[in-house]
């Protein structure tokens, strides 16, 4: 392992691309408005959607002012949370990772700058349209780069059963949700949610801390994959409804679940997340009990449909898992929107 260099520590970054005051109190108030879903005092549906992996800013930018207009049309039945996810896992180690080591896909990767970009384009995000984003936590040290301008973290499959994400979570203000692991082993997502929500001790950035606890980490179902390769959905009434059962064995608060219509769930067959939220929104309107432990879905959308190869031409195409299109997106938001 070589150390190519010192990376400046969050402090430095945020101290030369601050937020301002307005900006500050905008992700105060769409923070409380996240939690206040997550804890039953508003029975409005979250909605996390967006490209499956940020791969360059002005595509991004132009997609979520197109999400702003539709957010606010739609804000009385939908809470929209821009899905802007800049660390990309990936399952071999191979491929693109996101904008936080590759702000532009063509070049080689840049940390320093990555880190940097990342910053200013969740920064925009505020400042241009109101709204604030979602991000996955790859790496729980970069979480303080932005622990001012983001409104929810996940933890991906390949994560959720590492003890620092885990411990990170439980110091964090902000809802994280736990997904399951590739395996769709539930309790193994249940037993993340549940250290996340407890206090403990432990290492982070070179300090010794203490955290307290979080009461908004959650479940997000995302399907599965056996050892053959055969995927399998998690988001049908029984599913959910064996969901509830876990979640009232254990000594959990603020019980709920975000619905990831894509990946394992559709068979990564984007267009599939149609059918899925609608099956979804149908299982809430069926049981009390579902509707009380659902909170939202999470969408993969971009501004084209499908995807593209790294160093493809199509702007607005995802180059890493395919997407619903910006059309049928809007038409979905409508629906849901009719629906919840």
């Known amino acids: 392992m070589d150390f190519l260099r010192k990376l400046p520590i969050p402090m430095a970054v945020k101290a030369k691309y601050p937020i301002s005051e307005d900006c500050a109190n905008l992700k105060e108030k769409r923070d409380k408005e996240i939690a206040a879903i997550l804890k039953g005092e508003s029975d409005r549906l979250l909605l996390i959607v967006g490209p499956c992996s940020a791969d360059r800013e002005d595509a991004v930018m132009d997609y979520v002012h197109r999400l ?28 693109y990772k996101g904008m936080a080591h590759q702000p532009d896909p063509s070049k080689e990767p840049d940390m320093l700058e990555g880190l940097v970009s990342i910053r200013k384009m969740h920064l925009k995000v505020i400042e241009e349209t109101g709204l604030t984003s979602a991000d996955e936590m790859l790496y729980p040290e970069d979480y303080r780069y932005l622990s001012d301008l983001i409104s929810y973290l996940a933890v991906g499959a390949r994560s959720v059963e590492n003890q620092q994400h885990r411990l990170t979570a439980s110091g964090l203000s902000i ?8 395996s769709g082993d539930l309790n193994i997502m249940i037993n993340a949610v549940t ?19 979080n009461p908004l980490a959650h479940a997000i179902l995302r399907g599965s994959v056996d050892r053959y390769g055969k995927m399998s959905p998690n988001y049908h009434y029984e599913d959910l409804m064996q969901l509830f059962y876990l979640y009232a064995e254990g000594d959990l608060i603020n019980k709920a679940v975000i619905v990831d219509a894509n990946h394992c769930n559709s068979g990564k067959e984007p267009f599939e997340q149609i059918r899925i939220c609608k099956e979804v929104l149908h299982s809430r309107r069926y049981s009390k009990d579902v509707e009380g432990l659902v909170k939202g ?31 049928k997106t809007e038409q979905l938001i409508y629906e849901l929107a009719d629906q919840g």
């Open 68 to 95: 702003a207009k539709l957010a606010e049309e739609v804000q009385d039945k939908l809470l929209i949370i821009p899905r802007i996810y800049c660390n990309k896992p990936r399952t071999t180690g191979k491929g």
């Open 175 to 182: 809802p994280v949700g736990m997904k399951n692991p590739t």
């Open 195 to 213: 250290a996340a929500q407890t206090a403990h001790m432990f290492i982070y950035r070179g300090w010794e801390v203490v955290s307290h606890g």
């Open 297 to 327: 879905v999470m969408v993969e959308s971009y501004l084209e449909d499908g995807c593209q190869s790294v160093g493809g031409k199509v702007y607005g195409q995802s180059i890493t898992d395919p997407c619903l299109g910006w059309r």
